[in-house]
């Protein structure tokens, strides 16, 4: 199984990015799949996730603001971000649990100047 990130970078405070997570090697439109962070110095948590029903889940700092999506024919994940904050900068994951145990991805940066 092998998840890749991608579109991270640098953005002002009030911008916007939209991250993608490509799946391989698993029966993605089964499982559910899910955006975690870790800024420097601090654990790693969960943004959002989604169910395979399309059911979603946010963390309270990123409700309204972030929205999760799935294209179970490209077996990919989206994560687009409006109204970014410095508090939001982060190495973003994306992570599966499929098959009894969890996938995660390389991750991708997400700089957010103010």
Request: charged share 20%; proline share 3%.
């Amino acid at each position: 199984v092998q998840l890749q990130a991608s579109g991270g970078g640098l953005v002002q405070a009030g911008g916007s990015l939209r991250l993608s997570c490509r799946t391989s090697g698993v029966n993605f439109r089964l499982y559910p799949i899910g955006w975690y962070r870790q800024a420097p110095g601090k654990q790693r948590e969960l943004v959002t996730n989604i169910t395979s029903d399309h059911v979603t889940n946010y963390a309270g700092d990123v409700q309204g603001r972030f929205a999760i999506s799935r294209d179970n024919v490209r077996n990919t994940v989206y994560l687009q971000m409006n109204n970014l904050r410095p508090e939001d900068t982060a190495v973003y994951y994306c992570k599966v649990a499929a098959r009894g145990r969890d996938f995660w991805g390389r991750g991708t940066l997400v700089t957010v100047s103010s």
